[in-house]
């Protein structure tokens, strides 16, 4: 199982923004910010904010590779990110 801290460092948090090229204003970083605390206190909720999703999706992602693991090492409460992406084949 892969630390849930993993998902939300602040570093792969921004590293996807800029990469989805999300963080542009400074009204973005307030938003990433935003993301950050809501995984850290578990109150981040999938499909409230598509823009936050996406940055998620793309960290879990990058994870995911680098560990060469899969969805099952995600920690359950994160897993609806991936298979809500894949599913609406939105981040892709």
């Known amino acids: 199982m892969i630390p849930y801290a993993e998902f ?14 999300l963080l542009n204003t400074e009204a973005d ?3 990433l910010l935003n993301l950050h605390n809501q995984l850290v ?17 793309a960290v879990i992602e990058a994870i995911l590779g680098e560990k060469a693991a899969d969805i ?10 991936w298979e809500g992406g894949k599913r609406a084949n939105v981040f892709e």
């Open 8 to 21: 939300y460092n602040y570093g792969r948090l921004e590293s996807a923004a800029v990469e989805l090229g």
């Open 29 to 31: 970083e307030e938003s």
């Open 72 to 81: 099952t090492d995600v920690p359950w409460e994160l897993r609806c990110v």
């Open 41 to 57: 206190w578990h109150l981040y909720r999938f499909d409230k904010d598509p823009r936050a999703d996406a940055i998620l999706y």
